[in-house]
């Protein structure tokens, strides 16, 4: 699977972006989708999710009712709509995709990191 990832860019706080993520390969085999975020550092994060079956999607509390996950299946990609963004969003957003092996196992796959910067 792969990944590629775009959107990002400087914004001023309260305003929005949204990033694309298209995916290419053995895209029916992945059960998630979603976005993570690594400020300077720092480990990566997890921001949101969405299952490619029941579009189910999961937040992290801190973007909550303001950013919103969401996926096109026919053009294989997913979206991450942020609005009302405040500086301390500033950092590297990643594309995820995960494969559930078994219960207690998954793959993960990445896409490059795409700069999301807001200014004050």
């Known amino acids: 699977v792969q990944l590629q990832a775009s959107g990002g860019g400087l914004v001023q706080a309260g305003g929005s972006l949204r990033l694309s993520c298209a995916a290419s390969?053995?895209?029916?085999?992945?059960?998630?989708l979603g976005w993570y975020r690594q400020f300077p550092e720092n480990e990566r994060e997890f921001v949101a999710t969405i299952s490619t079956g029941t579009g189910v999607t999961n937040y992290t509390g801190s973007v909550k009712g303001r950013f919103t996950i969401s996926r096109d299946n026919a053009k294989n990609t997913v979206y991450l709509q942020m609005n009302s963004l405040k500086p301390e969003d500033t950092a590297v957003y990643y594309c995820?995709?995960?494969?559930?092996?078994?219960?207690?196992?998954?793959?993960?796959?990445w896409g490059q990191g795409t700069l999301v910067t807001v200014s004050s």
């Open positions: 995820n995709a995960e494969r559930l092996n078994t219960p207690t196992s998954r793959t993960r796959y």
């Open positions: 390969g053995n895209i029916a085999a992945i059960n998630y």
